[in-house]
């Protein structure tokens, strides 16, 4: 094992006093002096991945939970296992760093692999195993696969997946540590699991479509988060739903200028196939809003507008309740995975208007015109009973790399998990 201690003074040797890293001869030391000691600590980290590095063990004084879990997110890597042994800190901690590594490594996998190995049934099928292993018998579920869907009014979901030869699916995942079939729904999780997207008929340049295995990160994410929370003990049910398909293009795809009628009554024009996440969600949203639960959370790798406004370092947040935006970017602090509200209000539901329906699913410009990431959310809005649920949601702009940078390795970060895990805790 690399041993790996840490410094809060400069380097005094040959490196120089700005050096990140100095070695010695079983190992090195981080300097992580001086301002956002938490991304040098990662920065230093994905240089020693960089350079080979593969079992590594944390020792000496310093190293508390935030140092340590900015030490993995640095070290993590997508094509190859890596050994890291935790500074042996307070028991407690050392268990819930392994829990967060748990959920954030199933996060990776999952989203991380090709579009041709996590089709939409093996999604919902992973997402069933994973929370299973966790919570065995407080877990029940349902899936609902292709014309299925239809039989039960989801349209959004089996109109965006129906071109692809891999059924569009619907998993509804229940947690109930109660036992009491008649507990109440304490909160609601939804997740866009478009394992690839295409663009359909509005089709995705190669540039863009190269990452798009990544779409399916909103379900990994809520799937990830439940399954954090209950192991740092949440004893309130929850459900969990994942609105799970392939934006395809084939001779039965929908197309550009259908009208969409929702269980909830809501007409919807297509103006572009590749805003299918909103069209997804807006049924799980729906069945979220059904159970009645006082908290809906849903999670979307949904608009670059907000990559746009807010690079790939935080996830925006969207929420008419006020106290709930709040709270959710105050638990993101905490967690240390940025977050940072955009505006949301009623009248951006106006913004995309149709002469067809009751609203359009996006504006006809290219990426949904001015001010798309909040356009979408108020589309989300309307599939949302907020007479009886407060509501956020998450879109993802932290949540995958396209390319390695300084701090992260390409692929899922699983940026989002802790935060939506702190809300529902």
Known sequence: ?????????????????????????????????????????????????????????????????????????????????????????????????????????????????????????????????????IAGEHISHEILAGDQLLEHGWVGTHSVGRASSRKPVMLTLDYNPTGAEDAPIAACLVGKGITFDSGGYSLKSSAGMVTMKCDMGGAATVTAALGYAIEQGLRQRVRL?????????????????????????????????????????????????????????DAATLTGAAMMALGTEYNALFSMDKSLLLKAQELSELVHEPAWPLPLEKWHQDNCPSYYAETANSRAQKGGGMGGASNAAAFLSRFVDTNNSSWIHFDLAACFQDSADSRWAAGATGQGVANIAALLL
């Open 241 to 297: 739903i994942l609105c799970c398909a392939e934006n395809m293009v084939a001779g039965n795809a929908y197309k550009l200028g259908d009208v969409l009628t929702y269980k909830n009554g809501m007409t919807v024009e297509v103006v572009n196939t590749d805003a299918e996440g909103r069209l997804v969600l807006a049924d799980g949203l729906i069945a979220a809003s059904e159970t009645k639960a006082p908290l809906i959370i």
């Open 1 to 133: 094992m690399l041993r790996i201690t840490l410094s809060a003074e400069p380097c005094a040797g040959v490196w120089g006093e700005k050096a990140l890293l100095s070695y010695r001869e079983d190992g090195a030391v981080i300097h992580y002096h001086g301002e956002f000691p938490l991304r040098r600590i990662q920065q230093a980290a994905r240089r020693l991945q960089s350079q080979g590095a593969e079992q590594i063990s944390l020792e000496g004084n310093g190293w508390n939970y935030e140092r340590q879990w900015a030490f993995y997110c640095g070290f993590a890597t997508p094509n190859k296992p890596v050994e890291l042994e935790w500074s042996p800190i307070d028991e407690d901690e050392v268990e819930l760093l392994s829990a967060r590594r748990r959920s954030i490594e199933w996060v990776r996998r999952v989203v991380n692999a090709t579009p041709e190995n996590m089709y939409p049934e093996k999604l919902a099928a992973e997402a069933v195993e994973f929370l299973t292993s």
